[in-house]
């Protein structure tokens, strides 16, 4: 017997001591809890983005014992379909056949006070939006993997989603914990950060009632708009319509809704360019604001004619205001063979200082990098490899033939108007640990001197005049500058050329005092109401936006 | 004393300090229990705060202040920033 004792004590150590601790010792992960999401609202933060504990109901077929009696009192509870509960445990497909998602703390425990055999309902953290679909696009939302999709969630997914910690113990029977083992290893989970973004709660939500009204206007099915601190690069409101609720991502059909178009649907802009054209040709001198020139009323490029509106006329004396004003395609074109230096052609120093601008100044064709999911960053042609460059680049210059997404037009803008700083759009204002610490996120800029600061100057007195003599509705007052451009793109046909009944509406404005303080841009897709896509649909919801910025956001009214 | 002696106090003596170990590990263990005790109270007491969060921010909703009974008793007033 000594010598048995022996063996197995003994010899046999390691053997029984593995054994033992594979039946004692459990590991458990411990879930770290997502960071939640903030807005600004009125000078203080409030959560837009929760997480709240519900219940998966799940039944395990080979312990439920009377089927149909457990499904009708189940599906008294959670309000479901008591057949397809029944169908789900008699296929027998699995031992965990989830029957319900998201049930409340109140059904959970009415599901178990009934104690049927095989049923149970497991804990986990869902996603929840206090006010409902607002800025969906922009958040984006949580899948059933726990995993961030679409706009910030998917963006800034890691920061958000924390570290998982682990227990490893020996435990009593029923799982406990036992606190005298030195082979105990607890790491605490790291849970994820707060964010906080720029987005202003009150601004978001006027900027989507009246995109909305303009929409339905202008009978339009979508749409998009965006308001931007011109001096900070920050988002104060972006939008996107059709939208859905992130909370029933889930019940969505047409993923597209998903996207948020603002940042991820580049399109050909139209005329707002012009108003990027004339700053490049103001910058580089080889134009004045009170410039006066010829303009024939058509150019022949690359065996390809460029004409105007019908409304602009036919040859005669324009002015750079003009140009604007009435969106002359032919003047833009002119601005541009100035930068070459030749009227009548768009030579090679015309394309080359014209991508300059465009690609190292204005930041065209380079994703922004804002905080958000699936970003695009638009197209600029080359400006010496492809075919009929002249014609590509003179369309360029009023927008067509190259694309950028209303986040980039803004951003553009907001570096012309402001004195000439380029800010990287951002929608993240700051990020608390969770460790309590928070770190504000401050103005990044990426270029200074995009144009010299007189030229600002003269852009942001030719946009007043673009929105005085179209004569908004109510008028603005004198003591705020409002400026802006509107632009009408001919949609590009996937088969070649353009539709010739297809136009999308841009507008891109700023508002302010002395200074710009908000730039807004607006898109609308294809208006099918008279007129020009730009001035007629897009126009009308910068004038409401403009006025709304005015009238409940401190705009700062001129000086003197 | 004799070796017979000797070896019961020294057995008697493991015998004590054996129980006095079983006596304090048990005590140890029994610590783990008050912990997972208090664990499960911090967990319901976070989940309470969560719940007031939400509770809280959803009362707070843009639509549901819109639809309050102060909200619709506002009447509206000349934007300073527009011209009449």
């Keep these: 017997m000594v010598g048995r004792l022996f063996y197995l004590q003994v010899i046999r150590h390691e053997h029984y001591r593995i054994a033992a601790l594979a039946d004692q010792q459990k590991e458990y992960a411990i879930a770290a809890e997502r960071g939640i999401i903030k807005v600004q609202d009125g000078g203080r933060q409030t959560p837009i983005v929760l997480n709240e504990k519900l219940y998966t109901l799940y039944a395990d077929p080979v312990y439920v014992k009377d089927v149909g009696d457990t499904a009708d009192k189940l599906a008294t509870i959670t309000k479901g379909d008591a057949k397809q509960y029944a169908s789900s445990i008699k296929s027998n497909s699995s031992r965990y056949v989830v029957l319900a998602k998201r049930l409340s703390e109140e059904q959970q425990g009415q599901v178990l006070a009934l104690k049927l055999p095989g049923v149970g309902a497991q804990a986990i953290n869902y996603r929840t939006y206090p006010q409902g679909s607002l800025a969906s696009q922009v958040l984006g939302f949580v899948n059933d993997e726990g995993k961030g999709s679409y706009g910030v969630e998917q963006a800034l997914n890691n920061d958000l989603a924390g570290r998982a910690g682990r227990l490893k113990a020996i435990t009593d029977v029923q799982g406990v914990p036992l606190a005298a083992s030195e082979d105990n290893v607890e790491i605490s989970p790291q849970n994820g950060d707060n964010v906080i973004l720029t987005i202003e709660l009150a601004m978001q939500r006027q900027l989507e009632s009246i995109m909305k009204a303009g929409l339905d206007k202008a009978k339009s099915g979508s749409g998009s708009a965006l308001i931007m601190d011109a001096n900070t690069g920050a988002v104060k409101a972006m939008a996107n319509l059709p939208t859905y609720n992130p909370a029933d991502f889930f019940n969505v059909t047409d993923q597209g809704v998903f996207n948020n178009a603002c940042v991820s649907s580049p399109l050909e802009v139209g005329s707002v360019m012009k108003v990027m054209t004339a700053a490049a040709a103001l910058d580089l001198a080889v134009i004045k604001p009170d410039t006066a020139f010829y303009d024939p009323g058509h150019w022949k490029l690359n065996d390809h004619e460029i004409t105007n509106i019908e409304e602009v006329g036919g040859p005669g004396t324009r002015t750079i205001p003009q140009v604007l004003d009435r969106s002359i395609n032919t003047g833009a074109a002119w601005m541009l063979m100035q930068m070459g230096g030749k009227t009548g052609s768009v030579n090679k120093q015309a394309r080359e200082r014209w991508y300059d601008y465009m690609v190292n100044r204005y930041q065209l064709s380079k994703p922004t990098g804002i905080e958000q999911g699936y970003e695009s960053g638009g197209t600029v042609p080359d400006p010496n490899e492809g075919f009929a460059l002249e014609l590509a680049y003179a369309n360029t210059s009023f927008g067509q033939a190259m694309t950028a997404t209303p986040l980039q037009m803004a951003a553009a803008l907001a570096s012309v108007v402001n004195g000439g700083t380029y800010y990287q759009p951002r929608l993240v204002d700051a990020v608390a640990k969770a460790d309590g610490q928070t770190k504000k996120i401050t103005p990044k800029v990426v270029k200074k001197g995009v144009v010299a600061g007189h030229v600002s100057d003269e852009v942001r007195q030719m946009m007043e005049f673009v929105v005085a003599n179209h004569r908004p509705q109510p008028p603005f007052a004198s003591q705020y500058s409002v400026g802006g451009k509107t632009g009408t793109a001919q949609i590009a046909n996937p088969s070649g050329g353009y539709y010739k009944d297809k136009y999308n509406g841009m507008y891109i404005g700023f508002v302010g005092g002395d200074r710009p303080q908000y730039v807004v841009v607006v898109r609308v897709n294809e208006p099918k109401i008279g007129g020009y896509a730009g001035s007629a649909a897009a126009q009308p919801i910068f004038w409401q936006l403009a006025h709304m910025l005015i009238n409940n956001f401190n705009v700062q009214p001129r000086s003197h | ?84």
């Design chain 2, 1 to 84: 004393m004799g070796p017979v002696s000797n070896t019961i106090i020294l057995l008697f003596l493991f015998a004590l300090i054996g129980l006095l170990y079983l006596t304090q590990v048990t005590k140890t263990n029994s610590f783990g229990y008050s912990i997972n005790e208090l664990r499960q109270q911090r967990s319901q007491l976070q989940d309470e705060k969560a719940d007031l969060e939400i509770a809280s921010a959803r009362l707070r909703s843009l639509d549901r202040v819109a639809q309050s009974e102060v909200a619709k008793s506002l009447v509206p007033t000349t934007p300073t920033g527009t011209v009449q």
